[in-house]
């Protein structure tokens, strides 16, 4: 037993690179874990400024001196974040707002629509049944109401928070990109002189990354935008909160498209009932899955790593279940990651030793 280890250390960490590659993701996935919660903030900037960079240096090509492009990208950056606080906040807290105050109403009529189903259908589905699932739909709102309650009891640490992050969020990102080639010095003045491996991987990820996250922003913008459209133009109640969770369901591969379906179907038939509308509906936001699924993703992502959709969805639950919202929107750039750390990882050969 002890000769195996020997051996499958001797083939997989005979090389310095491979040492060292695994003490910093032993380091960084140990910092993440322990200190995420305090370092969120300059984990927040660090993310926010990777995305711009890409503008950044597209505009310095265009000969824009490099404190002028940073300058103009970050005041982008400042009129959108504003832009979001002043206009798309106050629209989704009134539509929040007044689907709480609906949801008595739309319970009610839900449970009519049950009701008629045993009538309807009584081999397929009986009135136990349809009791049963009333009384554990009101038992789900019940806990929600408590839990929005205590949220609004406990709000105050929470505006608080986000005071800080609306103010340092913004001033790291500014020192993110204006010293990014400083601290990227400063960071690989600590590197061991022989790097190779870690040029390789990091040149690697930083391509994939880079082309993934701001791949995905940019859907979700478009799918977000679009569904408001589609929703507003056929008069949907709560466009913007549902367009909303359109736009962040795309973050989930595969599982958040089903399960975003579910409030936006529920709403039209609150609304409309099995109406011409809401056929519309329905077949309006499945062109707008199918063109998501079919032509954006293969535009935006044609130069991604393709990962298996076993792989997909293993990433999404383990990072997911490890750091919430963040682990699932960057679960296929960790998965790439493994993925390009397996690929480029020396290995000494058992003919090898023999030599």
């Not at 449970?111 to 045993?118: A, H, V």
């Not at 259908?121 to 806990?143: C, F, K, N, T």
């Amino acid at each position: 037993m002890l000769r195996v280890l020997r051996n499958w250390l001797h083939r997989y960490f005979s090389d310095e690179q491979a040492v060292v590659l695994t003490v910093l993701l032993i380091l960084g996935f140990a910092t993440v874990l322990t200190l995420g919660g305090m370092l969120a903030p300059v984990l927040t900037g660090l993310v926010l400024a990777f995305l711009m960079q890409g503008l950044v240096n597209a505009l310095e090509r265009l000969r824009l001196p490099q404190m002028a492009a940073v300058s103009l990208v970050f005041a982008l950056f400042v009129s959108a974040l504003a832009l979001c606080l002043l206009v798309l906040m106050p629209l989704l807290w009134r539509q929040l707002s007044n689907l709480f105050n609906e949801l008595p109403r739309m319970l009610g009529e839900w449970q009519s629509l049950l009701l008629l189903l045993p009538e309807r259908y009584p081999h397929l589905i009986s009135d136990e049944q349809v009791l049963q699932a009333i009384e554990l739909a009101r038992g789900e709102i019940g806990q929600f109401g408590q839990w929005a309650l205590t949220f609004s009891l406990s709000s105050l640490p929470l505006l608080a928070s986000i005071m800080i992050y609306l103010v340092l969020v913004p001033i790291l990102v500014f020192f993110f990109l204006k010293d990014r080639e400083l601290i990227g010095r400063w960071f690989r003045s600590y590197l061991p002189n022989e790097r190779a491996l870690l040029s390789h991987v990091a040149q690697e990820m930083n391509l994939q990354i880079a082309n993934y996250i701001r791949g995905k922003v940019i859907e979700i913008i478009i799918c977000g935008v679009v569904s408001y459209i589609a929703f507003a133009a056929l008069g949907l109640n709560y466009a913007a909160l549902l367009a909303l969770l359109v736009g962040l369901s795309v973050v989930v591969p595969y599982i958040g498209a089903v399960v975003v379906t579910v409030p936006v179907v529920l709403i039209a038939l609150f609304q409309w009932g099995w109406s011409d509308q809401f056929i519309y509906l329905l077949v309006v936001y499945g062109v707008i899955q199918a063109l998501d699924g079919n032509v954006l993703v293969p535009l935006l992502f044609s130069e991604a790593v393709n990962l298996h959709p076993v792989a997909i969805i293993c990433a999404v639950l383990l990072f997911g279940g490890l750091w919430g919202f963040w682990g699932v929107f960057f679960a296929i750039p960790l998965a790439t990651l493994f993925k390009a750390l397996l690929d480029a990882w020396p290995r000494t050969e058992p003919h090898e030793r023999s030599v």
